[in-house]
């Protein structure tokens, strides 16, 4: 009998062991099941495998249902329905993302179909341009010509470089504000988009073709001016952009050297408009007969301060005047030095340097000229005094003696 007893109460407690390890493997095993559906549901890369998901959601619901009361005391600070909310919000979310980028996809073929026009016809442009020089003519109707067809290049080129800008803010603007929020499947997405897109091969093109632009034509300060303006704001863009995508390229493995090349062209590209506008100022002082040579703003404000001190020690008032008037003024006060400064291709400080340079030189025939002004007065009122005393005294004199 008190065999019989201890069989019983072996037997009680083998059965309530084994339910309770069943009630944990249940939990466990549903949140396993949960947590592998809110992985698929962040990593899925279609609505159609986004539909899948949603189905899989209500059959897991569903099989668990019997153990609702289980769950909702194991599952604490959730419970079995909040669960399933969670996995339906995901869902929701994930499908408006989906709805996103179809609406995104759509406006970047958009500008792709674009952006390939003007590509064909900035090529055909170049080549006009290029056989117009090759030719040379020199009568007026080749020379506006050739003027139209810089100008029209010019337009095209100025269109294509904002629709490449549009199409990365299009594609990456979000990659670039938000980098570390991004799951491996947005960043797959993103490469997909870069290559699908062929984004390298559009701003490579567009940087080739502005490189490409500069040897076709001379072009006016304000000219370089805008630019200038442009190429910073294409570059400033790649510079935000180009690091996150070099990034991306290295976690894929591939292409890890496009971003570094194309870094490079944007910096030719910089250092070839650069050479031009500096050469374009070098030749405003050529003009007037002044061999002056620099390659950026510091080197620039010191060979100009050094020859204003050189030459203030032997020219004349008249060449001063001349130099003021007609380069000074007119070219680089007017036109050069305010172009230079908004293209941060020179200070506010190394302008204000110039300036107390070419005023320094002005004081000096100030200075002279207030010195001949006071011999001349002295010489008038020495004649005046010569004059003027004799007579007086003759008119002091008495009748008799004058």
Do not use: C
């Amino acid at each position: 009998m008190k065999n019989n007893f201890v069989f019983f109460l072996s037997f009680l407690l083998l059965t309530q062991f084994t339910l309770a390890q069943s009630d944990y493997e249940k939990v466990q095993n549903f949140k396993a099941e949960v947590e592998k559906l809110s992985n698929d549901i962040d990593n899925v890369k279609s609505l159609e495998g986004l539909d899948s998901l949603k189905l899989a959601v209500s059959l897991l619901e569903k099989n668990y249902a019997d153990d609702k009361e289980l769950l909702d005391k194991s599952l604490y600070p959730d419970n079995f329905t909040s669960t399933f909310e969670k996995l339906s919000g995901k869902i929701i979310s994930r499908r408006e993302n989906f709805s996103d980028v179809g609406d995104l996809q759509a406006k970047v073929v958009s500008l792709q179909n674009q952006l390939d026009q003007l590509s064909d016809e900035n090529s055909r442009l170049l080549k006009q341009i290029k056989e117009y020089q090759k030719v040379g003519g020199t009568d007026r109707a080749s020379v506006n010509e050739l003027r139209r067809l810089v100008s029209d290049l010019r337009t095209k080129l100025k269109q294509r470089d904002e629709l490449v800008r549009s199409i990365v803010d299009s594609l990456l603007s979000d990659y670039v504000r938000h980098p570390m929020s991004l799951n491996d499947a947005e960043k797959q997405a993103i490469y997909e988009k870069v290559e699908t897109g062929n984004l390298f091969y559009n701003i490579e093109r567009t940087v080739r073709d502005n490189l490409e632009y500069l040897k076709v034509s001379t072009f006016t300060p304000e000219q370089l001016s805008d630019l200038k303006e442009d190429q910073s704001e294409f570059y400033k863009m790649w510079k935000r952009v180009g690091p996150r995508l070099a990034q991306l390229y290295k976690e894929q493995g591939d292409q890890t050297g496009e971003v570094a090349y194309i870094s490079n062209m944007f910096s030719e590209w910089e250092q070839k408009l650069d050479e031009r506008i500096w050469g374009r100022i070098e030749q405003a002082f050529s003009k007037h007969d002044i061999k002056l040579s620099f390659d950026n703003g510091k080197e620039f404000t010191q060979v100009f301060v050094n020859f204003i001190e050189e030459k203030s020690d032997g020219a004349s008032e008249v060449e001063y005047k001349n130099f003021r008037d007609s380069l000074w003024i007119a070219e680089l006060k007017v036109n050069w030095l305010p172009k230079l400064i908004d293209n941060e291709m020179l200070t506010v400080e190394q302008r204000d340097q110039m300036e107390e340079a070419v005023e320094s030189w002005e004081a000096k025939y100030e200075s002279d000229t207030s010195w001949y002004w006071y011999v001349l007065i002295g010489f008038v009122l020495l004649i005046f005094l010569l004059i003027l005393i004799p007579k007086w005294k003759n008119s002091n004199k008495p009748l008799s003696e004058q």
